[in-house]
């Protein structure tokens, strides 16, 4: 329906839209006001809340393989073909470690789920650092499409189970010395003997196991449940990769529903097509610091936004 259809980008940067406050406060109205929210989150949400993968975070925990390799940041380097498995898990364990297991420098994930904690919500997101379930976000409303960096799998795959790797990958970080892990710790299907791979989505081996199907299901029933009624699609740093899993369902599901409304709140790709534009609100900036302004209870000049039944809304 979209494909072909010419889009319209919001004209104005983000610290534009925070001087005047319209877009802001039109967003901020609209999930007040909402029956249900659908937040569809992609790579620029995590960006926002700390998780970079190049520059002095990538720097600072890969010092040893930027020397060797001339590596640039840390996505490229997980594709390199390392000569052991023994490197190839040094690098691994590291990655899961930061990306997975420790929490991001910025409070984005839990202002954002300050904003919709009081709703009845879903989030369908195709990041795979779990951090929504550490903001506090319910699981039964979560849906992660690609997978989970805290899961392995049979890298054949020879059955549709995938494993939690918290513990080993602990121990490879703490134990490895010149960039290897020591053999023993190597992980190996318990099924076949094959080696294990992260339970990622890149090519036709990715497993999706009951809890990913379970977790499917739920979100469809969610849609089915809502139809016709006044839902609002935010869509938090969604790039052009994979259009067709949040992007292009949001729009369409927005064209289709007069009550629903599309919330695209993205740094320098904020567009909507126009067959939606005036369901729409597009707001170009930075995705945690539209979301402290939603949380403020006075706007920039110091003048208080009005309060009403305990929760502070943002007028014009």
């Not at 005036?278 to 539209?290: H, L, N, P």
């Not at 939603?294 to 929760?311: A, I, M």
């Amino acid at each position: 329906m979209f494909l072909k259809t010419a889009t319209i980008k919001s004209t104005n940067n983000c610290w534009d839209h925070m001087s005047e406050g319209h877009s802001v406060k039109k967003a901020k109205r609209l999930i007040e006001s909402a029956d249900a929210v659908v937040i569809g989150a992609g790579a620029g949400l995590s960006t926002s809340a700390g998780f970079t993968y190049s520059g002095k975070r990538f720097a600072e925990n890969f010092p040893d393989f930027i020397e060797k390799y001339g590596f640039r940041d840390m996505y490229f380097a997980g594709f390199y073909p390392y000569d052991t498995p023994e490197e190839y898990w040094a690098y691994w364990s590291r990655y899961i470690y930061i990306n997975r297991y420790q929490n991001t420098p910025k409070s984005v994930y839990n202002d954002l789920y300050n904003l919709v904690r009081g709703k009845d919500y879903f989030v369908l997101t195709t990041n795979v650092d779990h951090c929504f379930q550490k903001a506090g976000f319910d699981k039964s409303r979560l849906f992660y499409t690609q997978g989970d960096y805290g899961l392995w799998q049979c890298s054949r795959p020879c059955h549709d189970q995938t494993y939690d790797n918290e513990s080993l990958v602990r121990k490879m970080v703490a134990e490895q010395e010149n960039m290897r892990i020591p053999s023993a710790l190597i992980p190996h299907c318990p099924v076949c003997g094959a080696p294990m791979s992260m339970n990622l989505r890149a090519d036709n081996t990715f497993v999706e196991d009951n809890g990913w199907h379970m977790a499917a299901k739920r979100y469809q029933d969610f849609i089915s449940c809502h139809e016709g009624l006044k839902i609002v699609y935010l869509e938090l740093g969604v790039g052009g990769n994979t259009p067709g899993i949040i992007k292009y369902p949001f729009w369409r599901m927005t064209a289709e529903n007069p009550n629903a409304a599309y919330v695209c709140i993205n740094y320098g790709e904020a567009a909507c097509p126009r067959e939606i534009a005036g369901q729409s609100v597009c707001i170009d900036g930075d995705i945690g610091e539209v979301l402290k302004l939603c949380k403020c209870t006075k706007d920039r000049n110091g003048t208080p936004y009005r309060k009403e039944k305990g929760v502070y809304s943002l007028y014009e």
